[in-house]
């Protein structure tokens, strides 16, 4: 990774100041997914046409009730409860159905109820801004109605196949997990990835794992962790990587840097660099099998004027030296 960044990983302004800036899209006034726009019917062929045979990588994580989850702000856990119950619906008749039918066929069915940002999930360009403007000149006044964003949500998100990269820090460091607070710099970055031996390139899923998932489904999840410090973000974003997820509950280090700030490193990644964030991620199994470069494949689900979505990524080793 070059000091010398080309210059085309950096977005024009729309509104710019000391501590930050709103990017214009290089992809036209309309857009909404930023660097979602690399992925084309060639790449994913390309990254598809490699894959080894081998183990399935699932890198998400079970949604269950108790499960560690955001909810400093109010927002809510993951509940899920029966709608219908075998007996149930022999006694009440809430299916419309004799209960002697039940009796023969019987059936179950449930709700489930949770914030965007809980369990695996991708961030869009529309959950973190700066002076009230987005990624490409999005803002409430404009493009929010009184229940979601008219544009910029899940819904016009694509699947994701790509290439996906591991930058294992923790295993740089030769730690299990890495301290609590941890800022991981450009040195972290770039000594990873000269151990691993790999090397960033455009429209990579480049994936951070600090260890903090060999504490999950403990409380202690949460909290203060490990976390991409705003240098480190840089980097990643001026190498070409398409989107940059980690193991963690907020991906960037908390505490934050600076103080008097709000996830700073979400603002420049989502309304300055326009790269997607995801969250949550196990990483553990590539990491156990030195997986360091992989077929990413992932599918947000549709979820109109959503700030983020659940994820169901799955990562396949790919043949050495086939690019």
């Given at each position: ?31 909404v ?18 894959v ?70 991708i ?53 299990d ?36 998932m ?37 991906f ?15 603002s ?6 326009g790269?997607?964030i ?5 990483l ?6 030195r ?5 990413f ?8 004027g ?16 086939s690019?």
């Open positions: 990774m070059n000091a010398q960044m080309p210059a085309r990983y950096r977005f024009d302004p729309l509104y710019k100041d000391g501590s930050g800036q709103v990017s214009r899209s290089p992809w036209g006034e309309d857009d997914i930023g660097r979602l726009n690399w992925m084309t019917a060639q790449r994913a062929h390309q990254t598809l046409s490699r080894a045979a081998g183990p399935v990588y699932d890198l998400s994580v079970e949604y269950f009730i108790g499960m560690p989850a955001w909810s400093g702000s109010g927002d809510p856990k993951f509940e899920i409860w029966l709608t219908h119950t075998p007996q149930g619906n022999i006694r009440d008749g809430l299916t419309g159905v004799p209960p002697e039918v039940h009796e023969q066929y019987s059936m179950s069915a449930d709700s489930f109820l949770m914030n965007t940002h809980c369990g695996t999930h961030d869009t360009l529309v959950h973190l801004g700066y002076r009230g403007r987005f990624w490409n000149g999005l803002n409430p006044e404009d493009d929010m109605g009184s229940r979601s964003w008219l544009r910029g949500g899940a819904a016009e998100y694509p699947p994701i196949i790509a290439r996906g990269v591991l930058l294992d820090v923790a295993a740089y460091h030769d730690v997990i890495l301290p609590a607070s941890h800022v991981i710099t450009p040195d972290d970055i770039t000594g990873a990835a000269a151990r691993e031996q790999v090397e960033i390139e455009e429209g990579d899923v480049v994936v951070v794992r600090t260890g903090a060999r504490k999950w489904p403990e409380t202690e999840y949460l909290g203060e962790t490990a976390g991409i410090g705003m240098d480190a973000a840089r980097l990643l974003c001026e190498s070409g990587a398409m989107c940059v997820g980690t193991d963690t509950v907020a960037e280090v908390i505490p934050a840097e600076r103080t008097g700030t709000f996830l700073p490193v979400h420049y990644m989502l309304a300055e660099a790269a997607q995801i969250e949550i991620l196990n553990e199994g590539l990491s156990r099998d997986v360091y470069e992989f077929a494949i992932a599918a947000p689900i549709r979820l109109r959503a700030t983020g979505s659940p994820l169901r990524p799955v990562g396949m080793p790919v043949l050495a030296g690019r």
